[in-house]
């Protein structure tokens, strides 16, 4: 069993009983959380680490920017670390735990208001806690057309904690954090800023213009440890008049390229507007049964058995997936440009297909992934390339006998964006079970090792492997984060070694 009450490293007992003294006056008795069984909730890893290397040492939850302040103050007299979460469900990332032990959470989910949403703008300004349901909801309640982009667990999670990963979704606005605009932020010396046209005093510009003037700050504060991000102003997308998703299947492996190349141009001209996700015969399948009532041998469950079982729910090796939205007039055009590129490239097309998460339907589908091996252990690998054909047959390659070394299945969604590819990948294992889990672990390291090898780097990664994807970066890119995390953080507090950055 890990070590139940977890120090700040260098705080004694006393002083931290001191501290969360200080911080009952400020947030209030009932918001600082310091008992075993109040933690539980924040040491669920899902991911293949160890529990007591990400052990908090407490949770705070304030419920305004002053409270946040003064957190901040209390904690840089006392030298405690912080671990800020908005809504801390960082599914197969880590979930809510810190990336060291022994710090606070800092958790947002009590600021849950939605400040703004302007329907002529298309623009909303929310706080941490605000979930996309929140958001759906207000919207819905409200008649206002405007649909939402949101991540495969969206019901359960919120824009701000997602955006700050750089998280993505299936619409036009996929990429959440190209569509977000103006942010508050505490520092860790308790001044705020606001980004953007935010600074200038009686703005009236803040969710309409990302840059103000001067350097432009916003990225600082996504995948870092140099604020507290208060505020958050988002861009939504109008509600089309029309849409048609549609689904491209390939009958053998080559669909692959094929999809790949297939889709960029159709991307970068604008014909398709939203990320063309592929997927695998195994991913496909998750959606319809568990690993075990299909193999129970030991090692991947073979190309062969997979897809027999895909044939018998209509289920093709690669499949494509893409919505037109627009008038029926603007669909019209670009369905017929699509149709006939993808049939050209080999692959069937169903023209009527149903894909909530391309249409503002939040569901909790994608966790039928998580049922395919069962024990709830998950951990995202998404090695970016360019959105080449065979760069994507590359990765897969990589991706395929790395797992088939560890025993694990290739379930895989290689998304294209643009020009640039993402092959997520997920990892699935029997989190209560020691030798899985260790499995799995190992398994990562080495597929995360070989893809950064081959110069596919992981853009995002679990709180257990931030320290190692950021050596993959190099030391220039290390040095020039740990001078502006001295500059911004002198004392060290906002969660130490966050994407690899320590003071
Ligand atoms: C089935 C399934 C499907 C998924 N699909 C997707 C998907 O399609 N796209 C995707 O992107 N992800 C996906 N995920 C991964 C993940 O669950 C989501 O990205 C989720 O939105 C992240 O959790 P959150 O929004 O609760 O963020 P949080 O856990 O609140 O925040 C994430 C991290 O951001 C930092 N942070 C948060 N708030 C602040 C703040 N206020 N100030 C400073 N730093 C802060 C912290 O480091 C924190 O750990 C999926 C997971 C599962 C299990």
């Known amino acids: 069993m890990p070590p139940r009450t977890t120090l700040p490293a260098d705080v004694s007992s006393t002083s931290f009983a001191r501290a969360l003294g200080e911080l009952r006056g400020v947030v209030g008795a009932a918001y600082v959380l310091a008992e075993d069984e109040q933690l539980v909730p924040y040491r669920k890893l899902m991911i293949p680490a160890a529990e007591e290397d990400h052990q908090p040492s407490g949770a705070i939850l304030p419920a305004s920017v002053q409270h946040v302040q003064g957190v901040l103050s209390v904690c840089n007299r006392y030298k405690i670390p912080v671990w800020p979460i908005s809504t801390g469900r960082n599914l197969g990332y880590g979930s809510a735990a810190p990336a060291t032990s022994g710090q606070l959470i800092l958790d947002l989910k009590r600021m849950d208001r939605i400040l703004e949403v302007d329907p002529v703008l ?114 939504l997308m109008p509600a089309p008049v029309a849409y048609r998703t549609l689904l491209v299947q390939y009958p053998d492996d080559q669909g692959l390229a094929k999809g790949v190349e297939t889709a960029r141009p159709l991307r970068l001209s604008g014909t398709i507007r939203n990320p063309c996700r592929l997927s695998n015969a195994t991913w496909m399948l998750t959606a319809f049964m568990r690993r075990a009532e299909l193999y129970q041998g030991s090692g991947p469950v073979p190309d062969d058995v997979i897809l027999a079982a895909a044939r018998q729910h209509g289920i093709a090796p690669w499949s494509l997936t893409f919505t037109l939205y627009g008038t029926p007039e603007q669909i019209a055009p ?170």
């Open 122 to 235: 298309c623009t909303a300004l929310v706080e941490p806690g605000v979930t996309y349901q929140q958001l759906h909801d207000y919207l819905r309640d409200r008649n206002i057309a405007l649909w939402l982009d949101f991540p495969g667990d969206g019901p359960l999670v919120g824009p701000l904690g997602n955006t700050l990963e750089r998280g993505t979704g299936s619409t036009p606005y996929g990429d959440h954090f190209a569509e977000c605009c103006g942010m508050e932020v505490v520092l860790a010396d308790g001044r705020v800023l606001r980004t953007g046209m935010g600074s200038l005093p009686r703005s009236a510009s803040w969710q309409v213009f990302k840059y103000g003037y001067g350097p432009y700050l916003d990225g600082l504060f996504t995948q870092s440890n140099f604020a507290v991000v208060t505020k958050l102003g988002l861009w």
């Open 334 to 503: 670009s369905l017929d440009i699509a149709t006939r590129a993808f049939e050209s490239s080999g692959a069937q097309i169903v023209t009527d297909y149903h894909d909530g998460s391309q249409a503002n339907e939040l569901n909790l589908s994608s966790f039928s992934l998580l049922n395919w091996v069962g024990g709830g252990g998950l951990v995202w690998l998404a090695p970016v390339s360019p959105a080449r054909g065979s760069d994507a047959v590359r990765q897969r390659d990589i991706a395929k006998s790395i797992l088939s070394m560890h025993g694990m299945d290739y379930l895989a969604a290689p998304t294209v964006y643009g020009r640039d590819l993402h092959h997520l990948t997920a990892v699935l294992f029997d989190h209560g079970d020691p030798q899985a889990l260790e499995r799995a672990r190992a398994c990562f390291r080495d597929l995360a090792t070989t893809f950064a090898d081959n110069g596919y780097g992981l853009h995002r990664v679990g709180v257990d492997f931030m320290d190692e994807v950021a050596r993959t970066y190099g030391e220039t890119r290390r040095d020039v984060n740990r001078a502006l995390k001295r500059a911004l953080d002198p004392n060290g507090i906002l969660a130490p070694g966050k994407s690899g950055i320590h003071r």
